[in-house]
């Protein structure tokens, strides 16, 4: 499902009309909240958990080049800070974070408001290095896959305000089992564009 919507993104970049000026550069600075957050929990052994979280804050950063008059490509990490679970494991309440770097697709409209410069859907595809901690201890961790989508709008060419759903996919290896964790993140991101 997720796959399909990055394939749904980047096919729609190839049909609407215009903007993101092509051989335009860009710096995205960004600061996020989510709104809705959950990490679920499958091992080989077929146990499997949700754990709603608190809400994580976000720290990103993108690099865009305008391809075409619609489309950009760019390169982009993100940084969610570590949160607790609202419920406990053992005893402990869990709390963990992950780092992602991705590939991001960007086809953007121009409008016509005097406020809000363009709308754009965002596709982002990469490796997430998820962190957590279970009563004291931190377990050995593999990266995984990372899937976000969403769409928002430039304000007056340099605000960036966004609303992006992401899927940051980790396996804890235990002695004896492992754990597949998705860590699932409705942010509301907020930034700055430097055109360059």
Request: glycine share 10%; charged share 20%; with cysteine.
């Amino acid at each position: 499902m997720k796959k399909s919507l990055l394939v749904l993104l980047l096919a729609v970049a190839m049909v609407v009309p215009a903007f993101a000026e092509k051989g335009e550069m860009s710096i995205n600075g960004k600061l996020g909240l989510g709104l809705i957050s959950s990490v679920s929990l499958n091992s080989d052994k077929d146990a499997y958990s949700v754990f709603k979280t608190d809400m994580p804050f976000m720290l990103g950063a993108e690099f865009f080049y305008g391809v075409i008059d619609c489309l950009s490509v760019g390169v982009g990490a993100n940084y969610l800070f570590d949160t607790e679970t609202k419920a406990k494991l053992g005893g402990d309440k869990p709390k963990g974070g992950t780092t992602n770097i991705y590939l991001a697709v960007k086809p953007e409209i121009k409008t016509k408001s005097d406020i809000f410069s363009s709308v754009y859907f965002i596709g982002q595809i990469g490796l997430s290095m998820g962190r957590c901690k279970v009563n004291g201890q931190e377990p050995s961790m593999d990266s995984g896959l990372y899937l976000g989508t969403g769409f928002g709008t430039i304000i007056k060419d340099v605000v960036l305000v966004e609303l992006i759903f992401s899927s940051s996919n980790s396996t804890i290896n235990e002695p004896d089992d492992d754990f597949n964790l998705e860590y699932s993140v409705t942010s509301l991101n907020i930034g700055y564009k430097f055109t360059i």
